[in-house]
């Protein structure tokens, strides 16, 4: 079992920059790794992913602005948000899916305000 504990969630005016952390209780090794994000009111949706390979993917809402990465030694992946929009405003909740037994684990959520 695997708990997840996000950090570095803010309020940061349009055009800024943050980066969130996802720090994993014991090895991420065998887990592909995620983002999500709830706006209120809103359903869940995925931001990015990033397998066990480092192979990413992400929502085209996102793609070109944020980059997501991992580091396996610190059991730890990570989110750069870049070029914030009104609009990526939300709670950020992190996750890890096993790649063999498919077994998930989420996060407690990070929350992100884009505001003037």
């Known amino acids: 079992q695997v708990q997840l504990v996000e950090s570095g969630g803010d309020l940061v005016q349009p055009g800024g920059s943050l980066r969130l952390s996802c720090a994993a209780s014991?090895?991420?090794?065998?887990?592909?790794m995620g983002w999500y994000r709830q706006a209120p009111g809103k359903q869940r949706e995925w931001v990015a992913q990033?397998?066990?390979?480092?192979?990413?993917s992400y929502a085209d809402g996102v793609k070109g602005r944020f980059t997501i990465s991992r580091d396996n030694s610190k059991n730890t992946e990570y989110l750069q948000m870049n070029s914030l929009k009104v609009d990526d405003t939300a709670v950020y909740y992190c996750n890890a899916e096993h790649r063999i037994n498919y077994d998930i684990y989420w996060g407690q959520g990070t929350q992100v305000t884009v505001s003037s």
């Open positions: 014991g090895s991420t090794f065998w887990y592909n």
């Open positions: 990033i397998t066990t390979g480092g192979t990413t």
